[in-house]
């Protein structure tokens, strides 16, 4: 694309501004900020005002297996888990590509100390716990690791300076996600320096399709993987195929599962896995009507009890039907990081713009059967997003402390 076109692709759209240091940059610069316009896609600013959740179908329950079936079917099901995991067929991925904008580190969020009296990483706990596994299996499962282009060689440089905290150096992958535009709230692009638009992970649902774009299907296929359990960076207490979850989602013979626990009340503000148009999919909180929240199951039991903790065990084979351009995107407001007009970099500690994101909850819309597997909140669910409060730092020690592990 030359300069001329480049201009005039961002002045249809009404973003000449892009090229306001235009004459003040290197060649190489110049060249740069030719292709980022070349490559982006600048339709997601259209969609600002178009809510993700428009045009929802009609929710049914989806029940959840619950803990009481779990335990008393425990050793079938860890027995089927832990014979798949040995025969290969299960790998773990990370999604790593997140910004972490709430717990406000520059840092990627992994590399965060949670330690009190020692250093705990983040990444250090998730990768403690996949190991968990791998010991108690003698098998060292696929582990790849989503990160963005934002926090791609902090992440790797940082494991790589760990030792990849005792995981082993040649069975992970890490790949990097692919970005999207970000802008203020008048959908004006933001500029995150004198050469280079501002832009921000896609979302976490583009893990999919960026890893085959980095060409690591084949792995999935030559390694004769068939399960891949995706989860959330933030969530250090999370078990990681862990067997019985494995076990169960293959002998359900569905085309995922999901790892979700009980609701603390019925107005919880988490997204509720249900039907919607007889399919698998998450419902959320201030999507559910009155109505919705005081319905009761079979046993008396609220029928839409089970939020996600984004671990879902997903069928390979059943991927390649899932297609990006049928996933909704989320127009998200974020923090997002720009210069000024004087060309000075500004940091903002409140949302200042849009962020446009795919999410994987929306994935699971596009299979046809789910299992929602129950686990122990207080053992399994301490996601990390803020500083204090809730879902933090101070809450998530809390739960590590109760659950054993020194600070
Ligand atoms: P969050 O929804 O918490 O987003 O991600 P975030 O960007 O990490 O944090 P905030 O909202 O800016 O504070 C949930 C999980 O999805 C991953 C994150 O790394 C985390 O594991 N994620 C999110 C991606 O991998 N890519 C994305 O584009 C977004």
């Given at each position: 694309m030359t300069y001329e076109e480049a201009r005039a692709k961002m002045s249809a759209i009404g973003q000449e501004h892009v090229f306001k240091y235009y004459d003040e940059l290197s060649d190489t610069q110049k060249a740069a900020l030719i292709h980022q316009v070349e490559e982006t896609d600048f339709a997601v600013l259209s969609r600002i005002g178009s809510g993700a959740s428009d045009n929802r179908g009609v929710f049914s329950p989806l029940a959840a297996m619950q803990r009481s079936e779990i335990e008393a079917r425990e050793q079938e099901l860890h027995d089927a888990g832990v014979k798949a995991i040995k025969e290969g067929k299960t790998a773990a991925l990370l999604l790593a590509g997140g910004m972490g904008t709430r717990l406000?580190?520059?840092?990627?969020?992994?590399?965060?100390d949670i330690g009190l009296t020692k250093p705990v990483y983040i990444f250090e706990r998730i990768i403690s716990n996949l190991l968990d596994v791998v010991k108690e299996t003698d098998t060292w499962i696929r582990l790849f690791i989503m990160t963005s282009e934002k926090n791609h060689d902090a992440t790797v440089k940082f494991l790589k300076e760990k030792n990849f905290f005792g995981y082993k150096e040649d069975r992970i992958v890490f790949f990097k996600q692919d970005m999207a535009p970000a802008c203020d709230y008048s959908g004006k692009l933001y500029m995150e320096s004198k050469d280079r638009i501002s832009t921000s992970p896609n979302g976490n649902a583009g893990w999919y399709s960026s890893m085959c774009r980095a060409g690591l299907d084949k792995i999935l296929t030559n390694e004769g993987i068939e399960w891949i359990d995706i989860f959330a960076v933030d969530n250090v207490l999370q078990r990681i195929c862990d067997p019985c979850f494995v076990g169960a989602t293959i002998l359900a013979d569905v085309s995922v599962g999901a790892k979700v626990v009980r609701k603390a009340?019925?107005?919880?503000k988490v997204g509720v896995m249900c039907l919607e148009d007889g399919r698998p999919s998450i419902v959320e909180y201030y999507e559910l009507s009155e109505e919705m929240m005081n319905a009761k199951d079979a046993n008396g039991d609220?029928?839409?009890?089970y939020g996600v903790i984004l671990n879902y065990l997903f069928r390979v084979r059943e991927l390649s039907a899932v297609a990006d351009d049928k996933m909704p995107l989320h127009v998200v407001k974020k923090k997002i990081p720009y210069i000024d007009e004087n060309g000075a970099l500004v940091k903002p500690t409140e949302p200042n713009g849009y962020k446009f994101e795919q999410l994987v909850l929306d994935m699971i819309h596009q299979l046809s059967t789910c299992l929602p597997y129950e686990v122990v909140r207080e053992k399994e669910f301490a996601p990390i997003k803020n500083p204090t409060g809730i879902d933090s730092v101070e809450s998530a020690r809390e739960l590590l402390k109760k659950n054993g592990v020194e600070l």
């Amino acid at each position: 694309m030359t300069y001329e076109e480049a201009r005039a692709k961002m002045s249809a759209i009404g973003q000449e501004h892009v090229f306001k240091y235009y004459d003040e940059l290197s060649d190489t610069q110049k060249a740069a900020l030719i292709h980022q316009v070349e490559e982006t896609d600048f339709a997601v600013l259209s969609r600002i005002g178009s809510g993700a959740s428009d045009n929802r179908g009609v929710f049914s329950p989806l029940a959840a297996m619950q803990r009481s079936e779990i335990e008393a079917r425990e050793q079938e099901l860890h027995d089927a888990g832990v014979k798949a995991i040995k025969e290969g067929k299960t790998a773990a991925l990370l999604l790593a590509g997140g910004m972490g904008t709430r717990l406000g580190s520059d840092n990627p969020k992994g590399m965060f100390d949670i330690g009190l009296t020692k250093p705990v990483y983040i990444f250090e706990r998730i990768i403690s716990n996949l190991l968990d596994v791998v010991k108690e299996t003698d098998t060292w499962i696929r582990l790849f690791i989503m990160t963005s282009e934002k926090n791609h060689d902090a992440t790797v440089k940082f494991l790589k300076e760990k030792n990849f905290f005792g995981y082993k150096e040649d069975r992970i992958v890490f790949f990097k996600q692919d970005m999207a535009p970000a802008c203020d709230y008048s959908g004006k692009l933001y500029m995150e320096s004198k050469d280079r638009i501002s832009t921000s992970p896609n979302g976490n649902a583009g893990w999919y399709s960026s890893m085959c774009r980095a060409g690591l299907d084949k792995i999935l296929t030559n390694e004769g993987i068939e399960w891949i359990d995706i989860f959330a960076v933030d969530n250090v207490l999370q078990r990681i195929c862990d067997p019985c979850f494995v076990g169960a989602t293959i002998l359900a013979d569905v085309s995922v599962g999901a790892k979700v626990v009980r609701k603390a009340a019925p107005d919880e503000k988490v997204g509720v896995m249900c039907l919607e148009d007889g399919r698998p999919s998450i419902v959320e909180y201030y999507e559910l009507s009155e109505e919705m929240m005081n319905a009761k199951d079979a046993n008396g039991d609220p029928a839409y009890n089970y939020g996600v903790i984004l671990n879902y065990l997903f069928r390979v084979r059943e991927l390649s039907a899932v297609a990006d351009d049928k996933m909704p995107l989320h127009v998200v407001k974020k923090k997002i990081p720009y210069i000024d007009e004087n060309g000075a970099l500004v940091k903002p500690t409140e949302p200042n713009g849009y962020k446009f994101e795919q999410l994987v909850l929306d994935m699971i819309h596009q299979l046809s059967t789910c299992l929602p597997y129950e686990v122990v909140r207080e053992k399994e669910f301490a996601p990390i997003k803020n500083p204090t409060g809730i879902d933090s730092v101070e809450s998530a020690r809390e739960l590590l402390k109760k659950n054993g592990v020194e600070l």
